[in-house]
Each structure stands twice: as structure tokens, then as C-alpha cells.
T-cell receptor, first 110, second 114 residues
């Protein structure tokens, strides 16, 4: 499959701080990317997406940045809250296929 | 409404049992997916249905048998499973197959094979 990897498997942040979760991908032809949040015992939940013709997209407290030059994707969470504790997956859409990264476990320290 | 539902939430079965997992969506999506997820790992694609036809089978053992009775329902029939098949089984759907289409996931069925 495609190589969609994350730089850090775990991340701990203080409540109220900003979090940055990174993802590298290898297929320059990928045209769509999604960030999913998966809480313990639940299915992945869509957070935000971005198309390859964009380099930034903002949602509520979240921002996704896409750097096609270095094939890098990041998810920024502003004012991280305890409810943000979860595993975050990036997913890359190439043709008809979706490829998931290995996941980053985010722990928010109260 | 972006809800995908799955039943049961939990399932314990022996290696000689036959059971089925069910998935339902009412978003009018024409593509539905089964994924297997082991602890601390990303979801692994098993099957893809597009317009109620199986379009991808990712070399899944025959003890897993998918079925798509209609455009809203997706089943996964289980028979003679092994303990290593214990995992979270996720169903997802998207508007269609192809690019630029978000997949929405259900909560999963936690399966334990004894």
C-alpha cells in the first residue's frame, strides 16, 4: 500500500495549549486528505479534510495544513481540551483507494 | 445525517459458531466498506461494495463473507473464525467510490473469538 506515516506515535500536551500532529505521505498524485479522530472503543470520526489544490483549511479549533512540496500534512488543534484525547489518523485518497497512516495518540494533561 | 450504525456492539463467538455483523446507513451512499482494526493500528480495508456489487476483496479469508442486500445494508457473515480474527470491525460508507469522497464510519463491532 501507500506509505502514509506519522512522525510521532504519541503526543502529550497541557490543557489549553495548541497541539500539532504531523503526517507524511509518499504519493504525490494523492488529491484528497482527511483527518480522523478515534476515541477509545469508537469508530473513526471525521474531523476535517483538504483537497490537493489547497494548502490550508480551517474548522472549529482545528486547522489542516498541506505542504505538497515535501508531502506533509499537519493537524493543528487550538486550545486543546481533555475531550481531544484520542488517536488521530490521517488518510490519503489516491484514485479509488484510501490509505491510513499509523496514528498518533494524543493525551491531554489537565 | 452522517450516521452509520452497526450491530451488535460486542460479539463473543467460538471457533465453530456462525454469526453476522450488520451495518446500515440512510445517507443514500452507494459505496460501503468493511474494515478490520487491531488495537493501536489503523483500519485495514477488507471489502468494498459499490452499487451493491463487490468491487474490492483485499485477499480476505473465505471465513469472512460479505453481503449487500440493498443499498442501505451491508452484512459480514462469520464462520469458523480464529482467535487472531478478534478485532474491531468497522463499517464505512461514502457517496460513491472515487476521489474526493469522504468515508463515514460506524462505531464498530468489537469481536472476540474464543
Amino acid at each position: 500500500g501507500e506509505n502514509v506515516g506519522l512522525h510521532l506515535p504519541t503526543l502529550s500536551v497541557q490543557e489549553g495549549d495548541n497541539s500539532i500532529i504531523n503526517c507524511a505521505y509518499s504519493n504525490s498524485a494523492s488529491d484528497y486528505f482527511i483527518w480522523y479522530k478515534q476515541e477509545s472503543g469508537k469508530g473513526p470520526q471525521f474531523i476535517i479534510d483538504i483537497r490537493s489544490n489547497m494548502d490550508k483549511r480551517q474548522g472549529q479549533r482545528v486547522t489542516v495544513l498541506l505542504n505538497k512540496t515535501v508531502k506533509h500534512l499537519s493537524l493543528q488543534i487550538a486550545a486543546t481540551q481533555p475531550g481531544d484525547s484520542a488517536v488521530y489518523f490521517c488518510a490519503e485518497n489516491t484514485g479509488n483507494q484510501f490509505y491510513f497512516g499509523t496514528g498518533t495518540s494524543l493525551t491531554v494533561i489537565p | 445525517d452522517t450516521e452509520v450504525t452497526q450491530t451488535p456492539k460486542h460479539l463473543v463467538m467460538g471457533m465453530t459458531n456462525k454469526k453476522s455483523l450488520k451495518c446500515e446507513q440512510h445517507m443514500g451512499h452507494r459505496a460501503m466498506y468493511w474494515y478490520k482494526q487491531k488495537a493501536k493500528k489503523p483500519p485495514e480495508l477488507m471489502f468494498v461494495y459499490s452499487y451493491e456489487k463487490l468491487s474490492i476483496n483485499e485477499s480476505v479469508p473465505s471465513r469472512f463473507s460479505p453481503e449487500c442486500p440493498n443499498s442501505s445494508l451491508l452484512n459480514l457473515h462469520l464462520h469458523a473464525l480464529q482467535p487472531e480474527d478478534s478485532a474491531l470491525y468497522l463499517c464505512a460508507s461514502s457517496q460513491d467510490r472515487g476521489t474526493l469522497l469522504t468515508q463515514y464510519f460506524g462505531p464498530g463491532t468489537r469481536l472476540l473469538v474464543l
